[in-house]
């Protein structure tokens, strides 16, 4: 059974930074795919970015140029660096992965955490 925790949530303003971490209870490098997810009080679910073992990332448009997602697999880790946030990116974050190869608006991912709450105050 892989187990996901995320960590780094918090609350911060508007045009700030936070770093969200992933850590996996597995070699990530078995994890294909791993994303990031967010989820707001009254919206769906939104995929926000996505990583292959490859590298190859995708972003939601409405964070391009502001988030950036990568993994380290020797540290069994996928992170999410978000700058220049705003309130519109309020939501409980969530990291899934799968052992396939899988798009960012999947809704097949296999395994998901219990997510982290980030908080943006204008």
């Known amino acids: 059974q892989v187990q996901l925790v995320e960590s780094g949530g918090g609350s911060v303003q508007a045009g700030g930074s936070l770093r969200l971490s992933c850590t996996a209870s597995?070699?990530?490098?078995?994890?294909?795919?791993m994303a990031w997810f967010r989820q707001a009080p009254g919206k769906e679910r939104e995929g926000v970015a996505r990583i292959y073992n490859s590298g190859n990332v995708r972003y939601a448009d409405s964070v391009k140029g502001r988030f950036t997602i990568s993994r380290d697999n020797a540290k069994k880790t996928l992170y999410l660096q978000m700058n220049t946030l705003k309130p519109e990116d309020t939501a409980m974050y969530y990291c899934?992965?799968?052992?396939?190869?899988?798009?960012?608006?999947?809704?097949?991912?296999?395994?998901r955490g219990q997510g982290t709450q980030v908080t943006v105050s204008s």
């Open positions: 899934v992965a799968d052992r396939h190869y899988l798009t960012l608006t999947s809704t097949a991912y296999t395994y």
């Open positions: 597995v070699d990530t490098s078995s994890l294909y795919t």
